[in-house]
C-alpha cells in the first residue's frame, strides 16, 4: 500500500488550534519518510489539551503558523492520495477547520479510518484506541500523544491490516474527502 498517516494535536478545543503535525509517508508497506513540525496557533491553550499532549504555549513560540506549514504538505493531499489517521474525524476536522479559517481552499483526498479498520478486524479488543491497538498488534508506540509517534503507529497498523486481511478487506473504507 501507499498513503500517508497524519496525526494532529491542537492547542484547545477550537479545530483549527493545531499545535503539531506528523506524516508518516508509506510506499510498497515500508515507512520511507516522516514529517513533523510544531505550529503556532493564533488561539490560547486549554489547559486540557496540554495536559494530553504535552505541548505548552513557550514550545511553538518560534513554530510556523498553519499558513506557513501548509505549502510544505498540501502536495500530500489529492484526489489520487490516500491520507489515514487513527480517529481520521478528528484529524481531517483540524485539516478542514485549518484550511478554512486560514483562507485556503479544501483539500480533497482519500482517507481511511483505522478506529473503524481495527473496529472491524479486531472486535474482540476492550477497546480501539491508538494505545491499546498498537500494544494487541505489537505495533511500537513510544509517546501516545507525540504526533510523530502516534503517526508511525497509525501506519504500522494499517500496514498490519493490509498484510492480514489484504488491500480488497480495506477498500471498502476509503472515503472522499
Known amino acids: 500500500m501507499n498513503f500517508v498517516a497524519m496525526d494532529f494535536e491542537t492547542a484547545s478545543a477550537q479545530r ?38 504535552g505541548i505548552h504555549a513557550s514550545d511553538v513560540a518560534d513554530a510556523p503558523t498553519f499558513s506557513e506549514v501548509w505549502p510544505h504538505i498540501q502536495q500530500f493531499y489529492t484526489n ?35 478506529v473503524k479498520t481495527s ?12 494505545n491499546t491497538v498498537s500494544e494487541r498488534l505489537h505495533v511500537n508506540l513510544e509517546h501516545h500523544h507525540n504526533a510523530l509517534d502516534d503517526s508511525l503507529a497509525c501506519a504500522n497498523i494499517l500496514i498490519y491490516q493490509d498484510q492480514q486481511f489484504g488491500a480488497a478487506a480495506l477498500k471498502p473504507f476509503v472515503k472522499l474527502t
Do not use: M
Request: charged residues 20%; negative net charge.
Open 16 to 53: 483549527h488550534s493545531a499545535c503539531s503535525l506528523a506524516l508518516t509517508v508509506v510506499r510498497n508497506n515500508a515507512v520511507v519518510d516522516e514529517f513533523y513540525t510544531l505550529i503556532k496557533p493564533d488561539v490560547e491553550f486549554s489547559w486540557r489539551n496540554t495536559q494530553i499532549h
Open 80 to 114: 489520487d492520495q490516500l491520507v489515514v489517521a487513527h480517529n481520521a474525524p478528528f484529524d481531517n476536522g483540524v485539516l478542514k477547520s485549518s484550511l478554512d479559517h486560514f483562507g485556503f481552499a479544501p483539500a480533497h483526498y482519500l482517507t481511511l479510518d483505522t
Open 119 to 130: 473496529r472491524r478486524f479486531f472486535p474482540d479488543f476492550p477497546n480501539h484506541k491508538l
